[in-house]
């Protein structure tokens, strides 16, 4: 049985699309998921699972969000592995942890698109593109940065953004 992380987007944020943990991990575990955590409120979990993970198994758990809640959850599915390298292509030192982020995309982006992030980033901040993941430095914080808010729409592609601490927890949670 493998583990896998699994990072919602947009669930229980200014108390829209309220999606309770208890019901998240009853969903994993009437797909077939065994050994289900989350970590704090906003979709990360943290699972077992003997099926191999598809892009079907996927569509299946948004749909039962779906049908269950009302509202359909963008789903970013990643293995041990894919979250062990997520943290070991991190370019960033870790010794300010709120400052670093990483933004998951769906797919891959238009690397000419990196140049338009360029302008609008400021003198402190820095940012890396590597496998599908956007590492985001931003001292002055994350609220702040005109960088973090546009990442998606310059890009171009679906992203969920988690902080250093997630993703450690993350990290130490797929290692239980």
Same mark, same amino acid.
């Given at each position: 049985?493998?583990? @896998?992380?699994?990072?919602?987007?947009?669930?229980?944020?200014?108390?829209?699309?309220?999606?309770?943990?208890?019901?998240?991990?009853?969903?994993?575990?009437?797909?077939?998921?065994?050994?289900?955590?989350?970590?704090?409120?906003?979709?990360?979990?943290?699972?077992?699972?003997?099926?191999?993970?598809?892009?079907?198994?996927?569509?299946?758990?948004? #749909?039962? +969000?779906?049908?269950?809640?009302?509202?359909?959850?963008?789903?970013?599915?990643?293995?041990?592995?894919?979250?062990? &390298?997520?943290?070991?292509?991190?370019?960033?030192?870790?010794?300010?942890?709120?400052?670093?982020?990483?933004?998951?995309?769906?797919?891959?982006?238009?690397?000419?698109?990196? +140049?338009?992030?360029?302008?609008?980033?400021?003198?402190?901040?820095? @940012?890396?593109?590597?496998?599908?993941?956007? @590492?985001? @430095? /931003?001292?002055?914080?994350?609220?702040?940065?005109?960088?973090?808010?546009?990442?998606?729409?310059?890009?171009?592609?679906?992203?969920?953004? &988690?902080?250093?601490?997630?993703?450690?927890?993350? /990290? #130490?949670?797929?290692?239980?």
């Amino acid at each position: 049985m493998d583990k @896998y992380i699994a990072l919602l987007r947009g669930i229980n944020v200014g108390g829209k699309n309220i999606l309770p943990m208890k019901e998240l991990v009853s969903i994993f575990q009437s797909l077939g998921a065994s050994d289900v955590s989350t970590y704090i409120q906003s979709g990360n979990v943290v699972f077992t699972s003997a099926i191999a993970l598809r892009q079907d198994w996927s569509e299946k758990l948004t #749909q039962k +969000v779906q049908e269950l809640k009302g509202f359909t959850p963008q789903l970013l599915l990643l293995s041990k592995a894919d979250l062990t &390298r997520a943290i070991d292509n991190n370019p960033f030192p870790v010794d300010d942890p709120k400052s670093i982020h990483f933004f998951f995309l769906a797919q891959d982006p238009e690397t000419d698109k990196l +140049v338009e992030l360029a302008k609008i980033k400021t003198d402190s901040e820095q @940012y890396h593109l590597k496998e599908r993941i956007f @590492y985001l @430095y /931003a001292p002055d914080g994350f609220g702040r940065s005109k960088l973090a808010a546009r990442v998606e729409k310059i890009l171009g592609v679906p992203t969920t953004a &988690r902080n250093w601490n997630s993703i450690v927890k993350l /990290a #130490q949670l797929s290692e239980i």
